[in-house]
């Protein structure tokens, strides 16, 4: 069965600051890749997702995302994070023709003034 | 505004009640399902409708029951709650089951379940 792993529990960056959120997957085929992003009390919200095509996926609220298949790898990364970019962030892979999409644990974003 | 509406927002219960946690959407929406969210554990499905009248289990389906008579809802049963289902539980929807369909999943803001 796939599965996902985000290595990072909790990161801490400066405003300004570039960020990298790391996200592995394990899959045999070719998966389908999210990234989704939680504000506190709030339901999940898709920042992005890679289904096929370009390796490079623009999400919203300036977020980007590379597929790197010999790494297993969708990173999330942001050149310059904004306080309002403080939140929870999932990865999840899913399934082809089938509704068992998998998520990460989650990363906690804090961001510092 | 349109989206995936769920009650009640919190919830407390004893050990042996039973309840249920109400999702509906006003987007006429195909598929919808539900998911627990536990430290350290991401989400995890517990059940998925891709149509009214049409059900199946995701991957912790045990002690929660569903049902979709309409389109719009899609409620979760706990039949004999237990602390093991002390949770925050979301509703999803989306226009399509297809896991690669553009649109994308549609959250609830969850229910923060305790059960003592």
């Known amino acids: 069965a796939q599965s996902v792993t985000q290595p990072d529990i909790h990161i801490t960056v400066s405003e300004g600051a570039s960020l990298e959120l790391r996200c592995n997957y394990s899959?045999?085929?070719?998966?389908?890749l999210f990234w989704y992003v939680q504000s506190p009390g709030q339901g999940l919200q898709l920042l992005l997702k890679y289904f096929s095509g370009d390796t490079l996926v623009q999400g919203i609220k300036g977020f980007e995302a590379e597929f790197k298949r010999s790494q297993s790898s969708f990173n999330l990364r942001k050149p310059s994070v904004h306080w309002s970019d403080a939140a929870e962030y999932f990865c999840?892979?899913?399934?082809?023709?089938?509704?068992?999409?998998?998520f990460g644990a989650g990363t906690r974003l804090t961001v510092k003034p | 505004n349109a989206g995936v509406t769920q009650t009640p927002k919190f919830q407390v219960l004893k050990t042996g009640q039973s309840m249920t946690l109400q999702c509906a959407q006003d987007?006429?929406?195909?598929?919808m399902s539900w998911y627990r969210q536990d430290p350290g554990m991401g989400l995890r499905l517990i059940h998925y409708s891709v149509g009214a009248g049409i059900t199946d289990q995701g991957e912790v389906p045990n002690g929660y029951n569903v049902s979709r008579s309409t389109t719009e809802d899609f409620p979760l049963r706990l039949l004999s709650a237990a602390p093991s289902q002390t949770s925050v539980y979301f509703c999803?929807?989306?226009?399509?089951?297809?896991?690669?369909?553009?649109?994308?999943?549609?959250f609830g803001s969850g229910t923060r379940l305790t059960v003592v």
């Open positions: 999840a892979v899913g399934v082809t023709n089938n509704n068992d999409m998998r």
């Open positions: 987007m006429n929406h195909e598929y």
């Open positions: 899959y045999g085929a070719t998966p389908y």
């Open positions: 999803a929807s989306s226009y399509s089951f297809m896991i690669d369909s553009i649109y994308g999943y549609t």
